[in-house]
């Protein structure tokens, strides 16, 4: 995206012939004189995931009955974060008391 550096307003593209942007609102053109060239290739590196919670977060106190969504079992131990913005709701983590699956609802 290129804008005018008269006006502010965003440059429209012509490529036929002489390829050129100009701005609709007031008289400023800029000829492209040449294609771009890319002097420079970087890959980029996948970044690791880190979870949001591990299983030394979620406490071994607390218990409720919510089905595990892998195994099955009723039963699993649950804590309530604020991960979001506060005008969101809290998310609460869950891990199976069985197969120590952990998952999270909204």
């Known amino acids: 995206m290129e804008f005018c550096p008269t006006c502010g307003n965003l440059l429209r593209y012509?490529?036929?012939?002489?390829?050129?942007?100009?701005?609709?609102?007031?008289?400023?053109?800029?000829y492209i004189e040449r294609q771009v060239e890319i002097k420079k290739k970087q890959l980029l590196v996948k970044k690791s995931i880190e979870p949001v919670v591990t299983k030394d977060d979620i406490p071994t106190a607390a218990e409720t009955e919510a089905p595990c969504p892998r195994c099955g079992h009723d039963k699993a131990y649950f804590k309530s974060m604020q991960i979001r913005s506060a005008d969101e709701p809290e998310s609460r983590f869950y891990r199976c008391l069985k197969c120590e699956f952990t998952w999270r609802e909204e």
């Open 14 to 30: 012509e490529g036929s012939g002489n390829s050129r942007f100009f701005c609709s609102t007031c008289p400023y053109v800029a």
